[in-house]
């Protein structure tokens, strides 16, 4: 399985079309959302994009499948943060992901390593390095939504 994450800043005149334009960015917007927990499966492969997802899954309106993190200010001169981390065995591509947010970058990526660790101990296994993507912006004018989305795979309704 190939999982899909990009990352985006939306903007707009409220939290919500600020959020709506972080997911257009990331090229997940036409979709019903599903949220999963946070496990990989065996054999998983995880692709960042730095923009829109390329391949998009699906079709308008099918089901999609994601691990999502996603904070959203309309309050002037505030931050937003989101971060998905992850850690996987190199020989099975089993692992876990983990999702947070938050209004500074270090509290993001702090919770992100605690977790990832607190989860590897709870299961007594080690699978290594912790991966990171997390981004941030400052709400000025307009509100705006901080988004990191891992899409694991579209469904239809038929």
């Known amino acids: 399985m190939k999982?899909?994450?990009s990352s985006a800043i939306g903007t707009g005149p409220t939290?919500?079309?600020?959020?709506?334009?972080?997911?257009l960015k990331t090229g997940t917007a036409n979709y019903n959302l599903i949220r999963l927990s946070s496990v990989i499966p065996p054999e998983s492969e995880i692709e960042v994009y730095k923009?829109?997802?390329?391949?998009?899954?699906?079709?308008?309106?099918?089901?999609l499948y994601v691990v999502m993190a996603?904070?959203?200010?309309?309050?002037?001169?505030?931050?937003a943060w989101a971060g998905i981390g992850w850690v996987q065995d190199k020989k099975t591509g089993k692992g876990?992901?983990?999702?947070?947010?938050?209004?500074?970058?270090?509290?993001v990526?702090?919770?992100?390593?605690?977790?990832?660790?607190?989860?590897?101990?709870?299961?007594?296994v080690?699978?290594?390095?912790?991966?990171?993507?997390?981004?941030?912006?400052?709400?000025?004018?307009e509100a705006v939504c901080a988004l990191v989305i891992a899409v694991f795979q579209a469904a239809s309704w038929e």
């Open 3 to 5: 999982i899909q994450l």
């Open 15 to 23: 939290r919500m079309a600020a959020f709506d334009d972080a997911l």
């Open 51 to 63: 923009k829109k997802i390329k391949n998009q899954p699906g079709n308008w309106g099918d089901r």
């Open 70 to 79: 996603e904070e959203r200010t309309h309050t002037p001169n505030t931050e």
């Open 96 to 107: 876990l992901l983990v999702e947070h947010e938050g209004f500074s970058e270090a509290t």
């Open 109 to 124: 990526k702090q919770d992100i390593l605690d977790s990832l660790k607190a989860l590897m101990k709870g299961r007594n």
């Open 126 to 141: 080690n699978f290594g390095k912790i991966n990171m993507e997390v981004i941030g912006g400052v709400c000025h004018k």
